[in-house]
């Protein structure tokens, strides 16, 4: 049974358009959720992250949403370049930290130039 | 700083052989976790060491095992390796293994089961 779900395996988007990728998870013992971005023959890489007591976080270009009622929180990015052309995946852990993190299948975004 | 370093980057076995994997982490990381990725299923947890302790697992097989060494370096061992076994495997090092603080991934091995 899939806890996270990332229901788009991929998405195209132009540059200097918005990227809105989605993320659904199951468990409500989630309470903390991050975004991890992954280039090819590279480990993942931290992007932002997001606790249940908020419903948004920001760091630049990057924006996380959280709707705690729908169990769904979706990554924003304005505007998108090239260079994040990525493979992006949504994990949920619980505040505490104690958790093991449970990742989705991750989202391929291309950015056409 | 260095950055998590996996060795080697790519290995091919046969089927009934057994593997050994390391992970060395970032300097004065505590925790390592480990990861199998295989294609269209993301990132899944096999176990996590902290203070050369196993503190969780995940939900794989025996034949999955690991170790951690008071320096923090990390190894994970497979036995009997099925074809299923090919994949990506990540280790992350973070300080205190709080997962809800960014964990550190090393670039991987691609293990391949011939």
């Known amino acids: 049974d899939q806890q996270v779900k990332q229901n788009s395996p991929s998405l195209s988007v132009q540059e200097g358009r918005i990227s809105i990728l989605n993320c659904d998870y199951t468990?409500?013992?989630?309470?903390?959720f991050l975004w991890y971005k992954k280039y090819p023959a590279e480990g993942p890489t931290f992007l932002i992250s997001?606790?249940?007591?908020?419903d948004k976080n920001e760091d630049g270009r990057f924006t996380v949403f959280l709707n705690k009622s729908a169990k769904h929180l979706s990554l924003h990015i304005v505007p998108s370049q090239p260079g994040d052309s990525a493979v992006y995946f949504c994990?949920?852990?619980?505040?505490?930290?104690?958790?093991?993190?449970?990742f989705g299948k991750g989202t391929r975004l291309s950015v056409i130039a | 700083k260095a950055g998590v370093t996996q060795t080697p980057r790519y290995l091919i076995k046969t089927r009934g052989q057994q593997v050994t994997l390391s992970c060395s982490p970032i300097?004065?990381?505590?925790?390592v976790s480990w990861y199998q990725q295989t294609p269209g299923q993301g990132l899944q947890f096999l176990f996590e060491?902290?203070?050369?302790?196993?503190?969780n697992k995940g939900n794989f097989p025996g034949r999955f095992s690991g170790r951690q060494f008071s320096n923090s370096r990390s190894e994970m061992n497979v036995s009997t390796l099925e074809l299923g076994d090919s994949a990506l495997y990540l280790c992350?090092?973070?300080?205190?293994?709080?997962?809800?603080?960014?964990?550190?991934f090393g670039d991987g091995t691609r293990l391949s089961i011939l």
């Open positions: 992350a090092s973070s300080p205190d293994g709080k997962q809800n603080q960014p964990q550190h």
């Open positions: 468990n409500s013992m989630f309470d903390y």
């Open positions: 997001i606790s249940s007591i908020k």
């Open positions: 994990a949920a852990t619980t505040f505490s930290g104690n958790t093991p993190l449970v």
């Open positions: 300097s004065g990381h505590r925790s």
């Open positions: 060491y902290f203070s050369e302790t196993q503190r």
